[in-house]
């Protein structure tokens, strides 16, 4: 079940071969390309991936199965470039906020959460689950959760310099513990009793306040 945590957590990766077809493209298929794109997104997150067949984005968009497919030549290709599309989403949505102004370790934190908060209140549990079936798009966030762990290491480093984060707190561990709490509750059926978005809120919420110093508990409770 480690799939489905990545897709909470995915950072950019470089394009696969399989973007190429769009990158060669002209101006006119790159914007349709973002077209069902965006569509096919949001279908597969409201209804799950197995549930949304090529024909009925064609038919969302009022374009031939033909055109579809000369763009993306199978559902996978079209899934893997959503899952990226989202993906792009978060971060120009952190560069917005980035921009604000500077931001301590937990205003940074608290933003992730909100954000992450926000996008599963729109994604089915049959979308994530359905995930794991596609082996390029597995690949590519398995290589995206290996660069995120760098970047983690750094936002922590961070903010235990700050005095916001412990410093006798093992934060890959935490991490790696912290996936295989949530990909528990998932496979024993909390998901589904709860909801994402409650077993993420207080999942993630006990891990945060447990490697907070007194400094980031008071600087968290503030914000919140």
């Known amino acids: 079940?480690?799939?489905?945590?990545?897709?909470?957590?995915?950072?950019?990766?470089?394009?696969?071969?399989?973007?190429?077809?769009?990158?060669n493209s002209s101006d006119y298929k790159v914007l349709l390309s973002r077209r069902i794109v965006e569509k096919a997104t949001e279908m597969f997150?409201?209804?799950?991936?197995?549930?949304?067949?090529?024909?009925?984005?064609?038919?969302?968009?009022?374009?031939?199965?033909?055109?579809?497919?000369?763009?993306?030549?199978?559902k996978e290709l079209l899934l893997l470039h959503c899952v990226m599309a989202m993906k792009e989403a978060r971060e120009e949505h952190f560069k917005h906020f980035e921009k604000q102004g500077p931001h301590t370790e937990i205003e940074m934190i608290l933003e992730f959460y909100r954000f992450q908060l926000r996008r599963s209140s729109k994604?089915?549990?049959?979308?994530?689950?359905?995930?794991?079936?596609?082996?390029?798009?597995?690949?590519?966030?398995?290589?995206?959760?290996?660069?995120?762990?760098?970047?983690?290491?750094?936002?922590?480093?961070?903010g235990i310099k700050n005095g916001y984060f412990r410093k006798d707190v093992n934060?890959?561990?935490?991490?790696?513990?912290?996936?295989?709490?949530?990909?528990?509750a998932i496979e024993n059926g909390f998901l589904d009793k709860y909801g994402i978005q409650e077993v993420f809120r207080n999942i993630t919420m006990l891990y945060v306040r447990g490697f907070c110093t007194l400094k980031g508990i008071e600087e968290l409770e503030k914000l919140l």
Request: hydrophobic share 40%; no cysteine.
């Open 123 to 158: 994604v089915s549990l049959s979308f994530v689950k359905e995930l794991q079936k596609y082996p390029s798009v597995i690949k590519w966030m398995d290589e995206s959760h290996e660069k995120m762990k760098e970047e983690s290491k750094i936002f922590f480093e961070g």
């Open 1 to 23: 079940m480690k799939i489905v945590l990545r897709f909470f957590v995915i950072l950019y990766a470089n394009n696969t071969e399989m973007t190429s077809k769009i990158d």
């Open 171 to 184: 934060y890959e561990l935490i991490s790696e513990y912290s996936d295989i709490s949530i990909a528990d």
């Open 45 to 74: 997150m409201a209804r799950g991936i197995k549930a949304v067949k090529m024909d009925d984005v064609a038919n969302e968009l009022s374009i031939s199965k033909r055109t579809l497919y000369e763009l993306f030549s199978n």
